[in-house]
Each structure stands twice: as C-alpha cells, then as structure tokens.
C-alpha cells in the first residue's frame, strides 16, 4: 500500500484529534479531546512551535501522523527537532506508513534547514530496530530527563533508569 504524507495546518484539527486520542489511550497519556484541541491549536501558531503531518493511503484514510518540536542545539550546529508524538494505525503497521512517514518529515526538515532529528523511544518498544533501521542511534550516557513547568501533576513522578516503574507520591 502506498501513503501520502501531508503536511497538516489547522484545518485539520477535527480530522487529526481521533488519531491523538487512540495514540494517548495507546500510551496512557491522560488528557481530554478539550487538551489536546488546544495544544494542536497551538501548535499552528507563529512563531510556529513545530509542524504536524497527517499519515493517509492514497484513497484518504487517515493512518497516522508525526508531530514534531522545534528546537535548538549547539551541539548539533543549529535549529532540532523532537518527534513529540509518532503513531501509526494499527491496520497500518508493517505495511510501509511509519517508514514512508518518517522519511518524508527527514527529508522536508533537513530541507528547511534542520541540523538533526531526535525522538525517544520507550524500553521493549519493538519500534526500536525500525528507528535504527532508519538512522536514529542510541546516546551513550545519555537519558531524556523531564519537569512538568508550573503547576506540578500530583500522584505519578519519574523514576532513574532501571529504578523500576513510576509508583504513586506519598
């Protein structure tokens, strides 16, 4: 099967937030459809903070998508970028939409002038052999490390690599 991949604007919000939410449920990222209107909302403001491609099949069906983060990295020379967010259907999987997908998205940022790509991968994902397969290396000494700014989410917090999963806060 082949697929399109198409750069998304706000116009397709309403078509894009069933595909967010499947992936959230997927992932157990807890949000509403109210949340993530906003931050897709958001997404498509100047300066624009990242770009959003929609996945389809030559015939329109909605596969999937990619949305990425802008950034910038002395290391790296220059404006990066962070796959946020990376989901494929599941009747899509293994037929070609993620690879064809992220190397669409490769090759449109490294034409708008991206130095690098990131993205993080969680341990046992079986994605892991497709990212290297497509270039994506591990870091050595390396370990993406989060804070919530503002108001902190009570209840769940980090855990060190290999210090077992995130237990609720006393």
């Known amino acids: 099967m082949s697929y399109r991949i198409v750069r998304a604007g706000a116009d397709r919000i309403e078509e894009a937030l069933p595909l967010v939410a499947a992936f959230h449920v ?7 459809d109210a949340h993530r209107r ?11 903070p990242g770009a959003f491609w929609m996945i389809e099949t030559e015939g329109g069906e909605e596969a999937g998508y990619i949305c ?11 404006r990066d970028g962070f796959v946020d967010e990376f ?8 037929r070609g939409a993620g690879r064809a997908a992220l190397r669409a998205v490769a090759e449109a940022l490294a034409a708008e002038g991206l130095a690098a790509l990131h993205l993080e991968v969680e341990d046992g994902n079986r994605a892991m052999r497709f ?3 497509e270039g994506f290396a591990w870091r050595q000494h390396y370990h993406l490390m989060s804070a919530p700014l503002g108001a902190r989410p009570r209840g769940r917090r980090g855990a060190r690599p290999g210090a077992g999963p995130i ?4």
């Open 68 to 78: 990425v983060a802008f950034g910038w990295s002395i290391e790296f020379g220059g």
């Open 38 to 48: 906003r931050a897709l909302a958001a997404l498509f403001t100047e300066p624009c």
């Open 87 to 94: 989901y494929v259907a599941p009747a899509h999987r293994g």
């Open 131 to 133: 990212y290297e397969s």
């Open 26 to 32: 997927e992932e157990g990222v807890e949000a509403d």
């Open 167 to 170: 237990t609720p806060s006393s």
